[in-house]
């Protein structure tokens, strides 16, 4: 660029040296004709000769990458992000972009559903128009829209044909659906099962719960037509578009509204504020927290299962962006729990109870036939059976969050190994009921499952070895390391 940008000076120094006068005016046209074109900014594309450069370039190494066998340390993750619309879900989609930024390949997928017949040339143009949005607000990620009779069948596609050769994604997250109680069961089945597929096609999941809430799209009807400034936040961006989702859950709904793609921006003006919810603007400020940089505190890694490593290589990608940077990492890892039972707390027992009460299938008060009948009919259904045989691994969940509650209470972030079921044995109600008790009531929180395929080359570091040698020596709960890096 050094030698082109030579060349150019000289040529102009060359111009006046033949013709000053006959230079100056042509510098002056060129120049009028710039400032008008910037002025209108015709919405025509010029072409360009350094795009079909980077095409050819981009297309020639994908093509290279596909002979080249893949190793542990070029491993990382490439994110399939059920988001809906991107500027749906800020606080998701600001998370995994922190640890996927210049490392990893982010795709944010959206399954659109309805009961009429689809409008490709809509979806395309909205397809087009996030994609600006995204490179608009410096998120360096891909917006991937399908259409689908479900959540599930859309996520398969998306997991079946997201990518090009070895830029494809292999790890599926989510966000936690916070209402899956106040939904038909259905639903929650259809969540269920869509985890149950990614672990089928090899991929980790990855699952964001926050207490406040994810989704931001039902707010939308409220401030469309109104700039509003929430108490206690600052001028604050927040792009608002179509109610795709239902509240924080990843189906989508079959209603929509217009397709206004402006964002809104929150300022101080003369005009009186609109009235939110206190809820809501709860919501409006988690949905933010991951935009800025967070302050000095931990994020805390309760690695429960050698999953691959993706439990601890997550939190130590975090920590080398600067927004994470004076977070440190504290690695909590299991000891022996034979006496589990007995450390729990009848309150926090009777409220797990409550929860799955609606949900049982109580087949002993019912003759066996109607029993499998009904079981046939709802299978989110929780037999006597299955509750007695995992009544373990329910009180598991239980001590884990009292646990959580007591070392975690204060952390910027959790880190924790996903619980898994066992498909067609563990009913999709039992399994969402681990997930909601283990999670409850704290901090933003990762559930995190990787493939059983390792990723890190740590079984060799000082920091795996006194991990592994206190997990076999630990007598108690937990044990806690404190390291500034895992690996």
Same mark, same amino acid.
């Given at each position: 660029?050094?030698?082109?940008?030579?060349?150019?000076?000289?040529?102009?120094?060359?111009? !006046?040296?033949?013709?000053?006068?006959?230079?100056?005016?042509?510098?002056?046209?060129?120049?009028?004709?710039?400032?008008?074109?910037?002025?209108?900014?015709?919405?025509?594309?010029?072409?360009?000769?350094?795009?079909?450069?980077?095409?050819?370039?981009?297309?020639?190494?994908?093509?290279?990458?596909?002979?080249?066998?893949?190793?542990?340390?070029?491993?990382?993750?490439?994110?399939?992000?059920?988001?809906?619309? &991107?500027?749906?879900?800020?606080?998701?989609?600001?998370?995994?972009?922190?640890?996927?930024?210049?490392?990893?390949?982010?795709?944010?997928?959206?399954?659109?559903?309805? !009961?009429?017949? &689809?409008?490709?040339?809509?979806?395309?143009?909205?397809? #087009?128009?996030?994609?600006?949005?995204?490179?608009?607000?410096?998120?360096?990620?891909?917006?991937?829209?399908? !259409?689908?009779?479900?959540?599930?069948?859309?996520?398969?596609?998306?997991?079946?044909?997201?990518?090009?050769?070895?830029?494809?994604?292999?790890?599926?997250?989510?966000?936690?659906?916070?209402?899956?109680?106040?939904?038909?069961?259905?639903?929650?089945?259809?969540?269920?099962?869509?985890?149950?597929?990614?672990?089928?096609?090899?991929?980790?999941?990855?699952?964001?719960?926050?207490?406040?809430?994810?989704?931001?799209?039902?707010?939308?009807?409220?401030?469309?037509?109104?700039?509003?400034?929430?108490?206690?936040?600052?001028?604050?961006?927040?792009?608002?578009?179509?109610?795709?989702?239902?509240?924080?859950?990843?189906?989508?709904?079959?209603?929509?509204?217009?397709?206004?793609?402006?964002?809104?921006?929150?300022?101080?003006?003369?005009?009186?504020?609109?009235?939110?919810?206190?809820?809501?603007?709860?919501?409006?400020?988690?949905?933010?927290?991951?935009?800025?940089?967070?302050?000095?505190?931990?994020?805390?890694?309760?690695?429960?299962?050698?999953?691959?490593?993706?439990?601890?290589?997550?939190?130590?990608?975090?920590?080398?962006?600067?927004?994470?940077?004076?977070?440190?990492?504290? #690695?909590?890892?299991?000891?022996?729990?034979?006496?589990?039972?007995?450390?729990?707390?009848?309150?926090?027992?009777?409220?797990?109870?409550?929860?799955?009460?609606?949900?049982?299938?109580?087949?002993?008060?019912?003759?066996?036939?109607?029993?499998?009948?009904?079981?046939?009919?709802?299978?989110?259904?929780?037999?006597?059976?299955?509750?007695?045989?995992?009544?373990?691994?329910?009180?598991?969940?239980?001590?884990?969050?009292?646990?959580?509650?007591?070392?975690?209470?204060?952390?910027?972030?959790?880190?924790?190994?996903? &619980?898994?079921?066992?498909?067609?044995?563990?009913?999709?109600?039992?399994?969402?009921?681990?997930?909601?008790?283990?999670?409850?009531?704290?901090?933003?929180?990762?559930?995190?499952?990787?493939?059983?395929?390792?990723?890190?080359? !740590?079984?060799?570091?000082?920091?795996?070895?006194?991990?592994?040698?206190?997990?076999?020596?630990?007598?108690?709960?937990?044990?806690?390391?404190?390291?500034?890096?895992?690996?």
């Amino acid at each position: 660029m050094w030698v082109s940008l030579a060349g150019a000076v000289l040529c102009c120094v060359v111009m !006046f040296v033949i013709n000053w006068w006959a230079a100056l005016l042509t510098n002056v046209i060129v120049l009028a004709l710039y400032i008008y074109v910037s002025y209108k900014k015709p919405d025509v594309n010029w072409g360009s000769s350094t795009q079909a450069l980077m095409y050819n370039k981009a297309l020639t190494h994908s093509l290279h990458l596909t002979g080249v066998e893949d190793h542990i340390k070029n491993f990382r993750p490439q994110c399939l992000v059920m988001s809906g619309y &991107p500027n749906s879900r800020p606080a998701l989609l600001y998370l995994v972009h922190a640890f996927t930024k210049n490392v990893g390949l982010m795709v944010c997928g959206h399954v659109r559903t309805g !009961f009429r017949r &689809p409008n490709y040339k809509d979806m395309m143009n909205e397809q #087009v128009r996030y994609q600006r949005w995204l490179l608009k607000t410096q998120i360096k990620a891909f917006y991937t829209p399908v !259409f689908a009779d479900d959540l599930r069948q859309g996520a398969q596609y998306l997991l079946q044909t997201t990518g090009l050769g070895r830029l494809k994604p292999n790890t599926l997250v989510f966000g936690f659906k916070n209402n899956w109680r106040d939904g038909e069961m259905k639903d929650v089945e259809t969540y269920i099962n869509t985890i149950h597929d990614a672990f089928d096609l090899q991929f980790g999941v990855v699952l964001l719960r926050l207490k406040e809430g994810l989704d931001i799209s039902h707010i939308q009807d409220e401030i469309l037509t109104s700039q509003v400034k929430a108490p206690g936040m600052k001028d604050l961006l927040v792009s608002i578009n179509i109610k795709d989702f239902d509240s924080d859950s990843s189906k989508p709904s079959s209603k929509s509204t217009s397709c206004q793609s402006s964002p809104l921006i929150f300022r101080d003006t003369k005009k009186p504020p609109m009235q939110l919810s206190p809820a809501d603007e709860k919501l409006l400020t988690a949905s933010q927290q991951f935009q800025k940089k967070q302050s000095k505190g931990t994020i805390d890694v309760w690695w429960l299962f050698d999953d691959g490593g993706l439990t601890l290589l997550i939190p130590y990608l975090l920590t080398n962006k600067n927004k994470w940077r004076d977070c440190k990492i504290r #690695v909590f890892i299991g000891g022996k729990i034979n006496r589990i039972d007995h450390d729990l707390s009848i309150h926090c027992k009777k409220m797990f109870e409550e929860m799955i009460e609606p949900y049982r299938l109580k087949e002993d008060d019912m003759e066996q036939e109607a029993a499998e009948k009904l079981k046939a009919e709802e299978p989110w259904r929780i037999t006597d059976n299955e509750l007695e045989l995992y009544r373990a691994k329910s009180n598991r969940q239980i001590r884990l969050n009292e646990l959580l509650k007591e070392h975690s209470s204060t952390a910027n972030l959790i880190v924790i190994t996903m &619980p898994l079921a066992r498909k067609g044995t563990v009913s999709s109600t039992l399994y969402m009921t681990w997930l909601d008790t283990l999670t409850k009531d704290l901090p933003p929180i990762l559930l995190v499952r990787g493939n059983h395929q390792s990723v890190l080359t !740590f079984y060799s570091s000082p920091l795996f070895i006194k991990c592994f040698i206190q997990y076999r020596l630990c007598q108690s709960s937990f044990t806690v390391l404190n390291r500034k890096n895992v690996c």
